[in-house]
């Protein structure tokens, strides 16, 4: 295999090296890299320094002696990572033989050898048979058949990336119910419904090991959804983790949306507004994305630290932190068109929301759309003193 070498952070990995003429694709190269997800890495950097800090003053512990497994190497980098810049002990894992040579080589270039064990197994394997204070997953595609296995796994944070948005945000609706076992709905907040239908399924799988999670931050950016979660053991804790999935109900006429807590709940057949007919997504999360005392921990891990995507990172997070806690969002350019009115600066019509006595927000799944209790008749109103 020939190699380039990359630096990330503070650490420097070989990768395959792909010619801009080669017919070989990211994802086919015999050992995957994609620089496309540095500022995902840089940002699970920074979260699980946050995290690791926290827990080693709660329980007295030095920060080597909290265990890491990247579950899914490849050539090793995310794990190398946190290894070189956090301090953790970590565990490498891919099943290809390829991986696993190229993550011995990549260990020995940053002298991690002390720091890091190396593993070639099928994840799933690895993690029914291991637990780890952090477990990270970041497959190919859906996650879902790995969450059994990383929820026995992880005993006090889970991490996880997905990539299949089609399922996840309603564009491929059978394949969604298939794995997630929700209804999603191809609606104009579909990127936050994917990330609410993905936590809720964790929420399932973690209950099933009588463990509970406590999301600390979460972010769907471009083609992914990353969520970072606190994981406590606890029949108790896990019964009301449970309490925040629910339903979400639509209507696709005056854009109006309702929540309903609960897996067995009467959810109305009518639009509580215009008595359209409703479309309903989940069983799904309802309760919080993330935790704004975490997410000003991870800015200033961000702050502290010289990383390529760093700005990026920090408008992401900060973004999230001052996120309203409701369950959807309303994307401006949608609501402007409805009424036939040209659309005004988000400053201008959140502080009219404001003035109004509502709560309001930006939101950081999209430039043009805002978070409020208003509701869709108060904020149209809003929005037609502006014509
Ligand atoms: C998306 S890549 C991982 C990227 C890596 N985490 C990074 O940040 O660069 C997925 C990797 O998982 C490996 N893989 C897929 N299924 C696996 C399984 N069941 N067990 C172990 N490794 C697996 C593949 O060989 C591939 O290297
Ligand atoms: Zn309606």
Redesign the pocket.
Same mark, same amino acid.
């Given at each position: 295999m020939k190699t380039r070498t990359i630096i990330e952070g503070a650490t420097c990995v070989l990768v395959p090296l792909i010619l801009e003429d080669q017919p070989v694709s990211i994802s086919s190269a015999s050992?995957?890299?994609?620089p496309e997800?540095e500022l995902n890495?840089d940002l699970s950097v920074a979260a699980i320094a946050a995290f690791s800090e926290i827990m080693a003053s709660r329980k007295n512990l030095n920060i080597s002696d909290i265990t890491y497994v990247? *579950?899914? $190497? *490849? $050539?090793g980098?995310?794990g190398l990572r946190i290894a070189k810049e956090v301090g953790l002990t970590v565990t490498l894992?891919?099943? $290809?033989k390829e *991986?696993y040579e190229l993550m011995k080589i990549n260990t020995k270039l940053n002298s991690l050898k002390d720091k890091v064990n190396i593993c070639l197994?099928? *994840?799933?394997l690895l993690l029914h048979k291991n637990k780890y204070h952090i477990v990270d997953i970041?497959?190919?595609g859906s996650p879902t058949i790995y969450l059994d296995a990383a929820s026995t796994s992880a005993i006090s944070m889970l991490a996880v990336t997905a990539t299949d948005t089609a399922p996840l945000c309603g564009a491929h609706l059978n394949s969604g119910i298939r794995k997630y076992g929700a209804v999603p709905l191809n609606v104009e907040y579909h990127s936050e419904m994917g990330l609410r239908i993905l936590l809720g399924r964790i929420a399932r799988d973690l209950a099933r090991h009588e463990k509970s999670m406590y999301p600390l931050f979460s972010h769907a950016t471009r083609h992914y959804l990353r969520v970072y979660l606190e994981v406590q053991k606890g029949v108790n804790k896990s019964d009301n983790c449970l309490k925040n999935l629910g339903f979400i109900s639509h209507c696709k006429k005056c854009f109006s949306r309702s929540v309903h807590y609960g897996l067995a709940v009467h959810i109305p057949e009518k639009c509580k507004i215009c008595g359209h007919n409703n479309n309903v997504a989940g069983p799904l999360w309802l309760g919080n994305l993330h935790d704004k005392d975490f997410c000003d921990s991870v800015l200033m891990q961000l702050s502290d630290r010289e990383l390529g995507k760093k700005e990026q990172a920090m408008k992401i997070v900060r973004l999230c932190k001052n996120e309203l806690d409701v369950p959807t969002f309303y994307d401006q350019h949608v609501l402007s068109k409805k009424l036939g009115i040209s659309a005004i600066p988000m400053e201008n019509l959140l502080k009219e929301l404001e003035t109004n006595g509502f709560k309001a927000s930006r939101t950081h799944f999209s430039g043009t759309s805002f978070k409020t209790n208003a509701e869709i008749e108060e904020i149209l109103d809003t929005l037609r003193r502006f014509r």
């Open positions: 050992v995957f890299y994609n997800m890495r990247d *579950a899914f $190497s *490849a $050539s980098i995310r894992n891919d099943w $290809s *991986a197994e099928n *994840a799933n970041d497959p190919f």
